[in-house]
Nanobody, 114 residues
Framework: QVQLVESGGGLVQPGGSLRLSCAAS????????VGWYRQTPGNQRELVAR???????NYADSVKGRFTASRDNAKNTVFLQMNSLKPEDTAVYYC????????WGQGTQVTVSS
């Protein structure tokens, strides 16, 4: 069974940057599309980016041009570089496969505030 652990969140001012990491344990991770999702209180979890095994990416319109997903298959790790952060990016960020399945991790809190 694959476990995914997110890290890298924090408090940042508007316009700032953060880099999230998603480390996977177990087999099969590197052959799957991985998604970055986020959730705010009272709202459903939304997909913001996904990256396929070969590196092709897709982004939600709200983050396009600001967020970049990448992956290091040798290290079973997926990243989300977030630039030009806005207060509306504040959320708990999760990684999971795409489509999502299994147990969600703890996520990592991203807070964008001055």
């Amino acid at each position: 069974q694959v476990q995914l652990v997110e890290s890298g969140g924090g408090l940042v001012q508007p316009g700032g940057s953060l880099r999230l990491s998603c480390a996977a344990s177990g087999s099969g991770f590197r052959f799957n599309t991985v998604g970055w999702y986020r959730q705010t209180p009272g709202n459903q979890r939304e997909l913001v980016a996904r990256i396929a095994f070969g590196g092709s990416t897709n982004y939600a319109d709200s983050v396009k041009g600001r967020f970049t997903a990448s992956r290091d298959n040798a290290k079973n790790t997926v990243f989300l570089q977030m630039n030009s952060l806005k207060p509306e990016d504040t959320a708990v960020y999760y990684c999971n496969f795409y489509p999502a399945w299994g147990t969600w991790g703890q996520g990592t809190q991203v807070t964008v505030s001055s």
